[in-house]
């Protein structure tokens, strides 16, 4: 069986929106919802001190533990970037990240791997796509 | 800036380690002291109930966030299989995956993967090495 996890960069975001705390719960509220995950227990949030060399507010981490694996978000205000991981043991449809991270956090540019995490045959070693255009 | 994210599959593992919530909680913990991680809050952890057709116990799910970003375990006892996920954002020193799944989980097999994760200039978009045999 092979599960895939996603991994997604976004470059060229708004700086504030990737330091708003609803907007990141929001993403993953969107995410369970249209992607049909199932979360177990709550959702953990973390927003870092902003650094003294930068204008820029602290970036913010979520981790999700799902029935499907996890679901992970970091943001760095500071780069104008966002990175995001889903694993999922079990197939779920297409999600289009880009499309989401564009409209949500104004990313210029979204790109987005896929992984097989092969956890029952040992074979799971390629990455097999890249969907999504910068 | 260029984050870096192992993702390792492990198989052919003793089942019964893999149920075994102190046995994942140390390997947290050794990863964090061996590697110098720096964990933000406490860890967060689920064990799946055993599924009514196997004769194994059920899976473990862990995830830490971390200062340096994210640590995530998931077992899945069935197929005798691990699979965990370490994202830096800042460089750390290799750490010998292999090594220590197959003392502590009795694996045949450990794959570690390397992704670079480009949270600053939008090129990061190679799985650069493959470490770690069969």
Chains 1, 2 share one sequence.
């Not at 979360?39 to 927003?47: D, K, N, S």
């Amino acid at each position: 069986m092979t599960g895939i996890e996603w991994i997604v960069e976004a470059h060229g975001c708004d700086p504030q929106s990737l330091a708003e705390m609803p907007r990141l719960q929001q993403l993953f509220a969107d995410m369970v919802r249209e992607i049909g995950l199932r979360p177990v227990g709550e959702a953990q949030w973390h927003q870092f001190p902003a650094s003294p060399q930068s204008q820029q507010p602290g970036g913010i981490t979520g981790l999700c533990l799902l029935a499907e694996s996890h679901l992970a978000v970091h943001t760095f205000p500071e780069h104008g970037s966002l990175c995001l991981n889903l694993f999922c043991c079990k197939p779920r449809p297409q999600w289009d990240f880009g499309k989401y991270i564009k409209k949500h956090f104004a990313a210029q540019t979204v790109n987005v791997r896929q992984l097989e995490r092969d956890y029952a045959t040992a074979s799971g070693l390629k990455v097999f796509a890249k969907a999504g255009g910068r």
